[in-house]
């Protein structure tokens, strides 16, 4: 079975993808997660469980005077 060699565009080809992943691997394993909110607004933090739902608590500014309906 003869195989046919691999001429410069091919060697280029398999180059550019091998950078491409290369690329990928590192943004998935160095750089840190972004804190996602799940929707909720900037006043609430949100913690991922291992397993089920994320847990979401509103925080409580000291300043801030809640009004009476």
């Known amino acids: 079975m003869n195989r046919p060699y691999l001429r410069r565009g091919d060697m280029a080809g398999i180059v550019l993808m091998a ?3 290369a690329v ?7 750089l840190p997660p972004r804190d996602h909110n799940f929707g909720f607004g900037p ?16 925080l409580v500014d000291n ?6 309906p």
């Open 19 to 21: 950078v491409m992943c």
């Open 63 to 68: 300043g801030e005077t809640t009004k009476a």
């Open 24 to 30: 990928i691997i590192f943004v998935l394993l160095a």
């Open 43 to 58: 006043e609430w933090q949100c913690t991922r469980m291992g397993e089920g739902d994320p847990i979401c608590v509103r």
